[in-house]
């Protein structure tokens, strides 16, 4: 698979493989491959996802920019095949759900001023490192609605002073979609608008 887009040519090839130092790391690097190839993925097929892969996406979720680094997120990993019915019947965009074998619940800490961008930061971090895992997944948006903050908090037993924030449904892809850039120039404003 290999990117040919408006002058992007790096070519993807394999697992995302960590730098050890900053001169390993160039704007052609696995970095750059990850963020143009990650996609929503909504099909998965029923391999697991492991322990050891859980705890990398929840590295990568803590290793997000926090407003003051208040770092005022909690992660509900969910596994199990109830849970994960009882929030695809509430949410009109996680139907997905029933065949994902794992949901990370981002939820945060309302109190904290920047709560709403860290766990925001936090989501995007994970779906990035799910795809240089080899993962996929896709985030359903849950705060600030309220008719699906209710149920998942009922669900999950979250406790009132927590909001969850989204639901990002994970697993291996059962679909394919091909890297991409979606630039638009006329979205750009130098200067001043």
């Not at 509900?76 to 019947?89: F, K, P, Q």
Request: overall charge negative.
């Amino acid at each position: 698979m290999s990117l040919t887009r408006q002058g992007f040519g790096p070519t993807i090839v394999g697992p995302y493989v960590p730098h050890s130092t900053p001169e390993e790391a160039t704007v052609n690097n696995s970095t750059w491959q990850m963020i143009l190839a990650r996609r929503s993925i909504r099909k998965y097929t029923a391999q697991p996802v492991t322990l050891e892969e859980v705890k990398q996406l929840l590295e990568a979720a803590m290793a997000a920019p926090s407003g003051h680094n208040v770092q005022p997120w909690h992660f509900i990993t969910v596994t199990h095949r109830e849970a994960l019915n009882r929030m695809a019947a509430i949410h009109p965009y996680g139907k997905m759900l029933p065949q994902a074998p794992l949901c990370i619940v981002i939820c945060g800490e309302p109190r904290s001023e920047f709560w709403a961008q860290d766990c925001a930061a936090a989501a995007e971090n994970i779906l990035l490192a799910a795809t240089a895992l080899g993962l996929g997944g896709v985030w359903c948006g849950v705060h600030p609605h309220p008719e699906l903050e209710q149920p998942v908090r009922e669900i999950l037993g979250i406790p009132p002073e927590i909001t969850p924030f989204c639901l990002i449904p994970i697993g291996h892809p059962a679909e394919r979609k091909e890297p991409r850039t979606q630039y638009r120039e006329e979205r750009v404003h130098y200067e001043h608008w």
